[in-house]
């Protein structure tokens, strides 16, 4: 809406457990969106909630015998190290329920006041009858949205009504807020609106979350705010197709959970799950197994390999035959992401474009010079793709000059002493392989 610039917020976490690999894919989808957003010149203004009270949260603060902050702080944690760990950059802010209950209740007295929530026995409900347009985002029919909130436990004039303000109740214990009809604590929907409103303003770019928050979180989301203000809530929704196992959800309730624990401790990195997560575009459903996440692994090896390759082949002279160039390969990267992130095809174009390179190394027409324009593309790519964390390492001049030492040895036959000058090497980390192109060192 503001040229140059994009507010984007992303449903967070509930933060009562370890979150789940299918949790992690809706963030790194949006992690994906905000690095080309900004490698696209845009400012990106990202705001993440936490969920620190629902249900869920109440229920496990209960049972592992902890106040319900001590309980969610540690999940909220696990989660930040999730995040890490998946080279997932920090959004502008991640905003806590528990620390936006004011911005709610006004929200909701902003929405009875408009006669869009009404009180009933156990809490604040919003009136769906009441609100235009509700179910067109996600195209619910009145029937299937009925089915769907019956299972709700709260007896509601109209089943489609949903809770802003719940009143406490005994299990709630000691979880509870003043609010002008009483004490009780916020439901989950109500949340996004306020806190979205508050840092992003009252109309904002994108909304991003996983498939399942369409409906009713989504619809419920634009209910509230647009309800209040009169205005368009979101420009854009975005929304993350769900990862599978065997042809179902991933899901805590069907038992079929995978976290990032249990990819560490087959001995995989984070970042092969991520470039797993890239290889399926995130409108589809992915079916994930640990063998698709192997032939990701051995993928993320080889590129940290190749691109340690071709940083060493930059800082070596060596003639170029023929001028090599990837804008080619460059365009189709960028039209690859500008439609709507096509991370697959933009992968492949990735792919590509070193294996051009490669052809032209195996030909011998690629000299330093192509080897720089390939280490700027890998690192261009790598800015979104955030997959290769090859670190440009160097070696001390001495250590250059013992290496050209032992290549002149080597070339006299001396082959003993020449080898005397790898171990020493080998001491300090420096590993060297005997290329057409004179020896390579990697360091360790
Ligand atoms: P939660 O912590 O349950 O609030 O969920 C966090 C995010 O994960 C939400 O955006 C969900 O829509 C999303 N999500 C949940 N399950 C899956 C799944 N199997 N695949 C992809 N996203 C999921
Ligand atoms: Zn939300």
């Known amino acids: 809406m503001k040229p140059g610039h994009v507010r984007t917020y992303a449903c967070g976490p509930t933060v009562y457990d370890y979150p789940h690999i299918g949790n992690l894919r809706s963030f790194v989808f949006s992690d994906i969106l905000r690095r080309w957003l900004a490698h696209s010149g845009f400012k990106v203004k990202q705001i993440m909630n936490i969920t620190d009270v629902d249900d869920k949260t109440i229920k496990g603060s209960q ?3 902890l106040p319900l902050s001590e309980f969610t702080r540690k999940y909220e944690n696990i989660f930040f190290s999730c995040l890490q760990n998946l080279n997932i950059k920090p959004a502008a802010k991640y905003t806590r329920a528990t620390e936006h209950i004011s911005e709610m209740l006004s929200l909701i007295e902003k929405l009875m006041k408009k006669g869009l929530a009404y009180k009933a026995a156990d809490g604040i409900y919003f009136d769906i009858s009441k609100f235009r347009g509700y179910g067109k985002l996600s195209g619910v029919l009145a029937e299937k949205s009925m089915s769907r909130i019956a299972s709700d436990e709260y ?3 109209h089943v489609q009504d949903f809770a802003l303000w719940k009143f406490w109740k005994p299990a709630d214990g000691k979880v509870f807020w003043q609010s002008p009809w009483g004490k009780g604590r916020p439901g989950w929907h109500i949340e996004c609106s306020a806190m979205s409103m508050k840092y992003l303003g009252k109309s904002l770019d994108i909304h991003t979350g996983g498939t399942d928050l369409k409906f009713p979180h989504h619809e419920n989301e634009i209910a509230q705010s647009t309800g209040a ?3 368009k809530f979101v420009n854009y ?7 599978m196992v065997e042809g179902r959800k991933m899901a805590k309730s069907l038992g079929n959970i995978i976290t990032l624990n249990d990819v560490n401790q087959k001995g995989i990195s984070p970042l092969s799950l991520r470039y797993l997560l890239l290889t399926s575009h995130y409108r589809s459903q992915m079916n994930f197994t640990f063998e698709s996440l192997q032939h990701s692994s051995e993928t993320v090896e080889k590129l940290n390999d190749f691109y340690s390759k071709v940083h060493w082949l930059s800082q070596i002279r060596i003639r170029d035959k023929v001028v090599f160039g990837v804008k080619e390969y460059e365009n189709l990267f960028k039209h690859h992401l500008d439609n709507d992130l096509d991370t697959v095809n933009a992968l492949a174009a990735v792919h590509n474009a070193i294996s051009d390179f490669n ?11 192509a080897a720089k324009v390939m280490l700027d593309f890998l690192q261009k790519v790598n800015s979104v793709l955030a997959v290769i964390t090859e670190k440009e390492k160097r070696i001390t001049s001495g250590e250059k000059k013992l290496i050209s030492k032992r290549e002149k040895l080597r070339k006299l036959k001396k082959f003993r002493e020449a080898d005397l000058i790898r ?11 005997d290329t057409p192109y004179g020896p390579r060192w990697k360091k360790a």
Do not use: M, P, V, Y
Request: with cysteine.
């Open 237 to 243: 929704w975005l929304h993350c197709e769900h990862l």
């Open 359 to 369: 052809k032209a190394l195996d030909k011998g027409t690629a000299g330093s010079r």
């Open 155 to 157: 007896d509601k004039e």
């Open 63 to 65: 049972s592992a015998g």
């Open 229 to 231: 203000t009169g205005k």
């Open 423 to 433: 171990e020493q090497l080998h001491k300090k980390k420096i590993i060297l392989e």
